[in-house]
């Protein structure tokens, strides 16, 4: 059973990973909740809470408006990784969740 503080919202953006302010992976948002997100990447991390940068790539990724988060990853699956957000701003979480419909 899981517990969830915040409802989960479909959200198709693209994203790239960072570690250590090197990329090290691309991958797709699959939803995104006030507390983390879930990216469908091919990167696979073995171990969990390894602290990672997330830049979130609205609409094509073409576009300057481009939003940088701190993540740690709470769980790896074969499609992709689950990362715990650590300093998600309210309005640019908003904006996220809404980005992928325009």
Excluded: C, W
């Excluded at 094509?60 to 939003?67: C, E, L, P, R």
């Amino acid at each position: 059973m899981e517990h969830r503080y915040s409802k989960r919202v479909d959200a198709q953006l693209n994203v790239l990973l960072y570690s250590n302010g090197v990329p090290v992976a691309v991958g797709k948002t699959r939803n995104i909740s006030a507390s983390g997100v879930f990216v469908e990447t091919i990167y696979q991390q073995q171990h969990g809470n390894r602290s990672m940068d997330i830049e979130f790539l609205p609409g094509n990724g073409a576009g300057t408006d481009k939003y940088y988060v701190k993540g740690m990853i709470v769980h790896s699956e074969p499609d992709g990784v689950g990362l715990m957000i650590e300093d998600f701003d309210p309005d640019e979480r908003f904006q996220l969740q809404t980005a992928h419909t325009t």
